[in-house]
């Protein structure tokens, strides 16, 4: 096969360690905690206001809002604080900094990209696009975050990207989230808690209710049930951690886009949001919603999640359910199909999978759809984001894990009304890791997350062996002849 011929662009997202946010930086000792709030608390109040005074000159030109993340801190630690006088604004900022450190999001890595029409296209020229860039940011312990870019797609197909703020931000969780009382029993069932005891906490429940109302119930049933066997202790930890797993977040309107970041927050993510995979979905009237699907990590085990926005301001996190939710890599298409969603997934950990479901957040019998056929694939092959809609098929890009762990971009494409038929796909590699491209945290990689077709291009972005992401266009109807070849 000829190759297709690939318009490279001169941008290039690489790593930025002084984009910053503040963790906790709490020592597991209790002891250690009082310890060190003792020393806090031995200095005058002229002393505490020196000492705050360095470190706010040294760190409060680094962060938009210094103060409420050493407050957060602050109140991390407040009961193990032991006196009873009121401390000083000063004092409480000063404990909080002791208890806080600096952690840069993106200093190991800013790659897997994926890229969406942005919902607000106002005051843009004819021809041209506004879209947002999903980014996986890497640092120190391989934590992995969430980060935004903005940009404009020109007319003819050239692209420029938003200046990046030096400041990043994180969301408000919200306080009292929100549930579906059948989705939150039945991934308990799945999870093989569907007992009595979970019974009995959900029972009084209304069809949504809310983290107080749940917390209310489970206390009653903590207050009520003696003795407090080891069986319901399980069932009440696990009926808490599933809702620590569904959350809802906000961030202010006067942010930059670059500057949110989405963090993990629950258990389940406390080591990574990995590989988020954002669609633009239109629904059947009309209303469009954002879904990302994202792998959450813990260090032991993965967990697939879904991310809804309809703004990028407010967005709800939800754990998916079904016997078809594992492994990675899951990809939703853009619109429903005969009446369903459709999913591509890898159950297996080697082939590419299709399902359908009347409900975005349940998921269950999965068929194979693609397995490796080449060499260049044929360790393992996957989705590089969701199916693309074009008069030929939907438009499926694929990587392929080959000798020596080498990932190169390939595609596929499937039948606009049946895509379990696979209408074709290319025998060579569409993109692979090449020259300075091939070096870095994970060498001789390329990977992508979602892609768009603007005109008659496709506008790819990918990372370069999991350190910086670039941008090609690739000849649409190129492309589609090769495939339907």
Known sequence: MTPIPLRRHETMLVPESARVIIRPFIPSSSHRVT??????????????????????????????????PLLANYDRVLPHIFTQRPLSHARKLLIGALFSGEYALE???????????????????????????????????????????????????????????????????????????????????EMGFDNGHTTAVMAPLADRFTRSDLNRSLLAIRRETRPLTQDLKNALRCIQWLADSNYEMNFAPTLAMSERVIFPVSTNESNGIEDARFVRMVEDDGSVMYYATYTAYNGHAILPQLI???????????????????????????????????????????????????????????????????????????????????????LVLTHGVGPMRKYCIGAALLDL?????????????????????????????????????????????????????????????????????
């Not at 003792?38 to 000159?57: F, I, N, P």
């Not at 197909?157 to 579906?180: M, Q, T």
């Not at 990372?463 to 070849?485: F, G, N, Q, W, Y």
């Open 35 to 68: 310890t060190i709030i003792g020393r806090a608390l031995a200095l005058s109040e002229e002393e505490t206001e020196r000492d705050l005074k360095t470190v706010l000159a040294e760190f409060d030109s680094r962060h938009l809002d210094i103060e409420t």
């Open 308 to 394: 809804e926005t309809q703004d990028f301001l407010h967005f709800q996190v939800l754990t998916l359910s079904g016997t078809a939710v594992q492994n990675k890599g899951m990809a939703l298409f853009p619109r429903k199909i005969d009446g369903s969603y459709a999913m591509l997934s890898r159950q297996d950990d080697e082939n590419l999978f299709i399902m359908f479901s009347d409900n975005p957040h349940y998921w269950s019998d999965s068929k194979v759809l693609l397995r490796p056929a080449e060499m260049w694939e044929s360790v393992k092959i996957g989705n590089c984001g969701s199916p693309i809609e074009t008069e030929a098929g939907w």
């Open 107 to 189: 200093s190991a890595a800013l790659f897997n990209p994926s890229i969406v029409a942005h919902p607000d296209q106002s005051g843009v020229p004819t021809g041209a696009l506004r879209f947002i860039m999903s980014l996986r940011a890497t640092g120190e312990g391989h934590v992995s975050s969430i980060e935004f870019r903005t940009g404009l797609i020109a007319a003819e197909g050239g692209i420029r990207l938003d200046p990046v703020s030096r400041f990043v931000s994180l969301p408000e969780i919200a306080p009292n989230p929100s549930y579906k009382k059948t989705a939150f029993i039945v991934k308990l069932h």
């Open 417 to 485: 009304q049946d895509p379990t038929r696979v209408i074709g796909r290319l025998r060579e590699p569409l993109l692979g890791p090449e020259g300075v491209g091939r070096e870095g945290y994970v060498p001789n990689v390329v990977y992508s997350c979602g892609s768009m077709v603007h005109g008659r291009e496709l506008i790819l972005p990918f990372a370069m062996s999991d350190r910086a992401t670039t941008i090609v266009s690739v000849p649409l109807d190129e492309l589609l002849t090769a495939l339907k070849a």
